[in-house]
């Protein structure tokens, strides 16, 4: 079975920072692409940023130069650091991982979600 441990959510100001991590275990064979979603009350689940195995980035434009997305693969952990946080910015954040576990198929999994609140 696999878990997707969420954490780091919180209440802060404008202009502040809050971290995020995803920690995938279980019988894990391989992760591939890893990432943050994010949805606000009445409004659909929105991409924030992905990572793939090899490294490389993709972000909204409305994070771009604010949230970074990075990976610990020897922990099967994502973080996302996001600093000069907007009201805007408040969301429930999900982490997204693509993965195989031991003799089946990849499926993407999703975290149990994560509240950020950023107050004006």
């Known amino acids: 079975q696999v878990q997707l441990v969420e954490s780091g959510g919180g209440s802060v100001q404008a202009g502040g920072s809050l971290r995020l991590s995803c920690a995938a275990s279980?019988?894990?064979?391989?992760?591939?692409?890893m990432g943050w979603y994010r949805q606000a009350p009445g409004k659909q689940r929105d991409l924030v940023a992905t990572i793939t195995s090899g490294g490389s980035t993709n972000y909204a434009d409305s994070v771009k130069g604010r949230f970074t997305i990075s990976r610990d693969n020897a922990k099967n952990t994502v973080y996302l650091q996001m600093n000069s946080l907007k009201p805007e910015d408040t969301a429930v954040y999900y982490c997204?991982?693509?993965?195989?576990?031991?003799?089946?198929?990849?499926?993407?999994?999703w975290g149990q979600g994560t509240q950020v609140t950023v107050s004006s």
């Open positions: 997204n991982v693509d993965m195989q576990r031991v003799g089946t198929p990849r499926v993407r999994y």
């Open positions: 279980g019988s894990i064979f391989s992760i591939n692409a």
